[in-house]
């Protein structure tokens, strides 16, 4: 099977997570990327090639996912205007340094994120109370973990998506609800600045993009009709699951190199 149809199938799955889960997709379609092409006799694609297709999938993804979220209004335009415009700064400057980090560095940032985040989705917590609208955090702190989620979601392609979820939820203790809608417009940022560094640095395959990107179109949309059908915290466990399976995949290869 040819790389595009690989990276087609991929971004079709990893978009309907997205739009589920509020995970911009990065952490199912890294996976996915790194060890379905050779399983399907497609040639392997690199490290640095694949956090830059995350990151062109996050982009369609986290804006659709976002646009069809605050339809239901589970989006909180002041934690999207407070968060937002850190976690870009510091995730342009990750994904310049990306550049020159080893891969088996990236991917050890990665599984530690992704594992972080996923024993985080299954702790008890109180969420504050409040709507979308009227909701209220502790600003600095919420400035102070996007520009360090940024910094590092922005080096192994993922913007921290999955990991401003679990921040949302468990430190600024936003309803789960209304942190997957606000995660996708917060990771939209996160993905643009991301993107331009990586284009900056020849990180991006712009073929195998250009699909990454209509997968989400298709796919995203889908995910999130299907979310807001959904009980919040059977998609906090759902998420936990998928992010801890990323994780320890991801670890096993950056430490053994298989």
Do not use: C
């Not at 985040?117 to 919420?142: F, N, Q, S």
């Amino acid at each position: 099977m040819p790389d595009e149809a690989v990276t087609a199938l991929s971004g079709l799955v990893a978009s309907f997570l997205s739009g589920l889960l509020g995970i911009g997709g990065g952490l199912a379609l890294t996976p996915l990327l790194l060890y379905l092409p050779p399983l399907l006799g497609a040639p392997a694609l690199s490290v640095k090639i694949v956090t830059g297709l995350t990151i062109v999938q996050a982009i369609s993804g986290s804006a659709l996912g976002a646009i069809r979220h605050s339809r239901y209004g589970n989006v909180s335009l002041r934690l999207v205007w407070l968060m937002g415009p850190p976690i870009a700064a510091s995730s342009l400057v990750g994904a310049f340094v990306s550049r020159d980090t080893s891969d088996s560095v990236l991917l050890l940032i990665f599984a530690t994120l992704a594992f972080a985040g996923a024993v985080m989705l299954l702790l008890p917590v109180t969420p504050r109370p409040g709507t979308a609208v009227d909701i209220e955090v502790h600003r600095p702190l919420a400035v102070a973990l996007a520009l360090g989620l940024g910094f590092f979601g922005g080096m192994v392609g993922i913007g921290g998506i999955a990991f401003i979820i679990a921040a949302l939820v468990y430190v600024l203790r936003v309803p789960p609800r209304i942190a997957i809608g606000t995660s996708l417009a917060i990771g939209l940022f996160a993905a643009i600045a991301a993107f331009i560094g990586k284009a900056a640095t020849a990180q991006i395959d712009p073929p195998l993009a250009a699909i990454v990107f209509v997968s989400a179109l298709v796919a995203s949309p889908v995910g999130a009709a299907v979310s807001v059908r959904t009980q919040p915290r059977l998609l906090l466990v759902i998420l936990a699951i998928v992010v801890a399976a990323a994780a320890i995949r991801i670890a096993i290869t950056a430490l053994t190199g298989t």
